[in-house]
Nanobody, 119 residues
Framework: VQLQASGGGLVQPGGSLSLSCAAS????????MGWYRQAPGKQRELVAVITNGDRINYADFVKGRFVISRDNAKNTVYLQMNSLKPEDTAVFYC??????????????WGQGTQVTVSS
């Protein structure tokens, strides 16, 4: 199973970016999918998570600004980030709680994509 993230980049404060993360491989089903981020010198922190029942949780620091969604047919999770702030600068990692075709339950991670918010 592999997760491929894309969509990071440089944006000015107040701008928007959209991230996507597609899972592929020997997938039977995916439970939760989501995003973490890690800023320089800080611990990795949860940004948002969406279950296969479309239950969603956001970190307080992104509520009202970020929107998470998923396309189950494409095994893909998205993160629409609006009203970006310099403190949102971080490497964003996607993850997926996968049940493989052999019945194994495991969490897989994407490679990380850099988001930089700066004027």
């Amino acid at each position: 199973v592999q997760l491929q993230a894309s969509g990071g980049g440089l944006v000015q404060p107040g701008g928007s970016l959209s991230l996507s993360c597609a899972a592929s491989g020997s997938i039977f089903s995916i439970n939760a999918m989501g995003w973490y981020r890690q800023a320089p010198g800080k611990q990795r922190e949860l940004v948002a998570v969406i279950t296969n029942g479309d239950r969603i949780n956001y970190a307080d620091f992104v509520k009202g600004r970020f929107v998470i969604s998923r396309d189950n047919a494409k095994n893909t999770v998205y993160l629409q980030m609006n009203s970006l702030k310099p403190e949102d600068t971080a490497v964003f990692y996607c993850y997926a709680q996968v049940i493989t075709v052999t019945g194994q339950r495991q969490t897989y991670w994407g490679q990380g994509t850099q988001v930089t918010v700066s004027s």
